[in-house]
């Protein structure tokens, strides 16, 4: 009733088996690599199973946009070569079916991906990326795992250097411990040196306790001795037999509150990413309006402030004489070389310097009025490019496919070996386009659109054309197709050199 036939169930399920393999694949690779970004953030933090559950489960989801597309660009890729190298492509042609026919339960089956792939962008994503990057927050303030090795500085405490030369492990002690103090500030440092020592933590997990026996404090007091010279600058020195340090350490993990990550562009969906566009869009527009007033009333003054914001860009052109008021007669009649000239040394230099700071006051007032316009500009940027990322990646999702499918058709080589190659190579083209357009977006040498629609606007040509040459049987894949080219260029310019000769 639904027009499904055996040939579409038959090329779903051999796409679905594909699919499902390359993806998890796809998503293990992406994984690894952000897993390997972050993992300062990870090791010797000492966190539990089930924070590193949930680091890796949203960065799983995080991944998604990336290896959505290019499993189903190696799918279609390894289904279709597969199917041209045991010649069914040949057999459903001869048969009538065309190859459009074959690809159209397919075809319906990637809309139906590239529309859940929207609502995954819109409403599973910005969720959690909010949740993983508080966590990468979480874990880079979180103190790592305490753990002072044998003959080698300790440098996990924030000004602190530990020295340990041994351990007994038997009676819990540290022999030959060194503390260096630089918390105050290299010249203010302090140095302690024991024979033994036990380190515990306090009740709360917050505090090291350092109990020392037997040793010796050094303290350089600079600051005490700042009216002597530098040839007699204090220092303390006590002996000790027993003494207590109590150093900052917390070791628990404190979680951020995720509404931190609230109003960032990552964790909005489409509409709230609208409206914050709109509503900062217009706080740029009256900030730069009200700063083009100002610039206008202060630096230009013979012209009216009756003249509206809009007509500012086409003030050179537009105004006449009529707008320009002036209480004596207008300045541009005459030659400002002509007029310079006339002026004695000291009027020159009095009229430079006053040029000068003019001009310098205008270029501080411009550059201040950017500052100013930075911050909500590059808002309304970062909005608008993770607004068009939603839908980026449902049409890439399409794009992969139109090339997948038909360059498998062409090249008739299914497997792991070639297919992944052309897949990697397609994927890295088209990495290295979205990388640039975000970027040209992002720094606003670009529009927003045309920086985050320019790898689709790239690879879509491509698709079609492929998709044209696949329906057509081309064959500029094949090794024989370019030798006979080659071998009748050769008899080609043979005839033509014969001929000359005669």
């Not at 027993?242 to 964790?267: A, G, M, P």
């Not at 007033?293 to 230009?300: A, D, G, L, Y």
């Not at 062409?410 to 792991?416: A, P, V």
Request: glycine share 4%; with cysteine; charged share 20%.
């Amino acid at each position: 009733m639904l027009g499904i036939k055996k040939i579409d169930t038959y090329i779903v399920k051999s796409f679905l088996a594909y699919f499902f393999m390359t993806f998890f694949i796809s998503m293990l690779i992406l994984l690894m690599q952000f897993t390997w970004k972050h993992m300062a953030e990870l090791i010797g933090k000492g966190v539990s199973w089930g924070v590193l559950a949930e680091f890796f489960w949203y960065a799983t989801l995080q991944t998604v946009p990336m290896a959505l597309p290019l499993a189903i660009l190696l799918a279609a890729l390894m289904n279709f070569g597969n199917l041209g190298e045991h010649f069914e492509l040949t057999a459903m042609k001869s048969a009538g079916i065309s190859l459009f026919r074959m690809m159209r339960g397919l075809i319906v089956f990637i809309s139906i991906i590239s529309v859940l792939a929207f609502f995954f962008s819109n409403n599973v994503l910005p969720m959690a990326q909010q949740k993983l990057w508080t966590l990468i927050f979480s874990l880079r303030q979180k103190s790592p795992e305490f753990d002072i090795p044998e003959g080698e500085f300790y440098t996990g405490i924030n000004g602190y250097n530990l020295y340990v030369r041994s351990k007994d492990p038997n009676k819990k002690l540290l022999r030959d411990l060194m503390i260096y103090d630089f918390s105050k500030g290299f010249d203010n440092a302090s140095v302690t040196l024991a024979d033994s020592g036990r380190v515990q933590f306090t009740a709360d997990n917050k505090y090291l306790k350092f109990s020392m026996y037997s040793g010796e404090s050094f303290e350089n007091m600079r600051q005490q001795g700042s009216r002597y010279n530098s040839s007699s600058i204090p220092y303390r020195r006590e002996t000790f037999q027993t003494k207590e340090l109590l150093l900052d350490f917390d070791t628990e993990f404190n979680r951020y509150d995720e509404s931190i990550l609230k109003d960032q562009h990552v964790s909005k969906n489409v509409v709230e990413l609208t409206q914050t566009i709109d509503s900062v869009s217009k706080i740029v527009k009256a900030r730069g309006d009200e700063q083009a007033r100002e610039m206008i009333s202060t630096q230009f003054p013979e012209i009216r402030e009756t003249v509206s914001i809009d007509e500012i860009p086409m003030m050179t052109d537009e105004v006449s004489e009529e707008q320009v008021v002036t209480e004596e007669e207008p300045v541009k009649n005459y030659a400002a070389d002509s007029l310079f000239l006339k002026l004695n040394q000291q009027q020159m230099e009095e009229a430079v310097s006053a040029a000068r700071q003019s001009a310098q006051a205008m270029k501080d007032k411009i550059d201040y009025n950017r500052i100013m316009l930075v911050d909500p500009t590059m808002t309304v940027r970062r909005h608008q490019i993770e607004w068009h990322r939603r839908f980026t990646l449902s049409f890439a999702c399409l794009i992969f496919f139109f090339i997948g499918a038909p360059l498998g058709a062409i090249i008739r080589k299914g497997g792991l070996g070639f297919p992944i190659v052309i897949s990697v190579v397609l994927f890295v083209i088209y990495y290295i386009i979205d990388t640039t357009g975000y970027k040209m977006a992002r720094e606003g040498f670009w529009q927003v659109f045309e920086g985050m629609w320019l790898s689709s606007a790239v690879l879509f040509p491509l698709g079609l054309f492929l998709t044209w040459k696949a329906v057509t049987d081309a064959s500029f894949f094949r090794t024989e197709s370019y030798t006979r080219i080659y071998d009748n260029m050769k008899e080609y310019y043979r005839k033509r050199r014969n001929k000359s000769r005669n």
